[in-house]
């Protein structure tokens, strides 16, 4: 980008547009060198090669030129997910969020790949042409559906709350040690906060971590490092905590994952049986299809487990908590009998409906947004003494260059003349 200014080779003039370049761009000199530690585009401004009364500012905004107009290196300014605390890991330029533990998640997504790749080798072509052709389609919608719940729940970011900057931190410290110098053994009151959600008090408990009071439901995973909204568990099996965001795609994903075994599994039985019949004897079957063993082990371990899983998250779906409310007894009649939860609706539908068909949150990290220092000193340029210059070009000395020029001023031919004073005449 160029923008052209009025520079009249005049050093004044060129200072004052450089006072006011530093104003518009003060992460940049007019030189084209970067004016603090974040990193800026290179710029330059430098007088016009016809000589004119016009200059060139050029704003290389290139993010492929690695060095500036000038030489100097540009290095662009970086985002917050290069900088952002806490165990966690970003990948597609702050698009995905997963924790820095994946191995669990790496088996999941090779016992998925590997069952169904089993599946489509040997048991789907036999029963598409002794049952019905509509048994491997139906496996592969089911496993498309439960790979986009998967990835979905694992690459999103399950309600990270950001934590407080330093100043927000400082004021807040301000706000709870209230200081008492008459009292050397005075202690400071619990750092619990108190709110009342539809008539039931809720404790808001503050997080050393993150320096802020944690919201309602909200609780710090000890793996990730952050504190996580609607916090259920950190779950290695998809890489990822499970929280506000990403609740739904977690819970689709045991169901899917669950139905999807069963599926198999009735598939290999189905197998093996047609196979015992035409090749005479269980033996025989398993000679021309041992993969289906394998299939079905898995299988069977996995619908033992996930469905237990599904079961129970079933039943927090239906009744409004989350795994974490469930272990503690949050809302247990046991620790009160004025106990409830505020956040059920009283209807089992409308509890699965707000969280199956609820609206969908934003994220409020803004990981690809650009990091700002929260301390920054920009210097200032010397104040011109003109602050205020005309942006046209300057009037030629001869108006009118055909006219003769008017004589130079000289003392010496000019006589004054004064009147006679009389003195005499009063």
């Not at 191995?103 to 598409?128: E, H, M, N, R």
């Not at 568990?233 to 506000?244: E, L, Q, R, S």
């Not at 371990?301 to 079933?314: D, N, P, R």
Request: charged share 15%.
């Amino acid at each position: 980008m160029k923008i052209k200014l009025c520079s009249c080779n005049c050093g004044q003039q060129q200072s004052v547009w450089k006072a006011k370049f530093v104003t518009l761009f003060p992460m940049v000199s007019p030189s084209g060198t970067s004016r603090s530690g974040l990193n800026s585009p290179s710029t330059s401004l430098t007088s016009s090669s016809s000589g004119g009364r016009y200059s060139q500012l050029e704003l290389d905004t290139s993010a492929s030129n690695s060095q500036g107009r000038g030489g100097s290196e540009v290095i662009m300014p970086k985002k917050k997910w290069q900088v952002f605390p806490g165990r966690i890991h970003f990948y597609c330029d702050g698009r995905i969020v997963m924790a820095r533990q994946k191995g669990v998640f790496y088996l999941t997504l090779f016992l998925l790949v590997v069952t169904i790749t089993l599946f489509f080798a040997f048991d789907s072509p036999y029963l598409a042409r002794k049952l019905s052709a509509a048994i491997p389609v139906v496996g592969a919608v089911m496993f498309l559906f439960t790979m986009a719940a998967l990835l979905r729940c694992s690459f999103s970011d399950p309600g990270i709350i950001p934590r407080a900057t330093a100043d927000e931190a400082a004021d807040l410290e301000r706000q709870i040690e209230v200081p008492n110098p008459d009292n050397p053994t005075y202690r400071p009151p619990p750092r619990v906060r108190e709110v009342n959600i539809n008539g039931q008090p809720i404790k808001l408990k503050y997080c050393y971590t993150c320096k802020i009071f944690r919201p309602p439901r909200a609780s710090h995973c000890s793996l990730c490092d952050n504190c996580v909204e609607n916090f259920d568990h950190h779950c290695p099996w998809v890489g990822n905590c499970v929280g506000k965001r990403n609740y739904r795609y977690f819970y689709l994903f045991i169901v899917s994952t669950c139905v999807l075994s069963i599926y198999v599994f009735a598939c290999n039985i189905t197998t093996i049986v047609l196979l015992s019949n035409d090749q005479g004897g269980f033996l025989e079957a398993i000679k021309k299809t041992p993969a289906s063993i394998i299939e079905a082990l898995i299988c069977f371990i996995s619908i033992w487990s996930v469905l237990g899983l599904a079961g129970f998250h079933t039943y927090l779906v239906a009744s409004s908590q989350t795994t974490n409310e469930d272990i503690k007894g949050t809302w247990s009649s046991k620790r009160s009998q004025d106990n409830f939860n505020p956040y059920s609706f009283g209807s089992i539908v409308t509890n699965c409906c707000a969280v199956l068909c609820g609206s969908f949150y934003p994220s409020v990290i803004d990981s690809r947004g650009y990091a700002v220092p929260e301390t920054q000193v920009i210097p200032q340029p010397p104040r011109p003494s003109n602050p205020y210059p005309s942006p046209l070009p300057p009037t030629p000395t001869h108006p009118y260059p055909r006219q003769a020029p008017p004589q130079p001023y000289n003392a010496t031919s000019v006589v004054a003349t004064y009147p006679p004073s009389n003195m005499n005449s009063h």
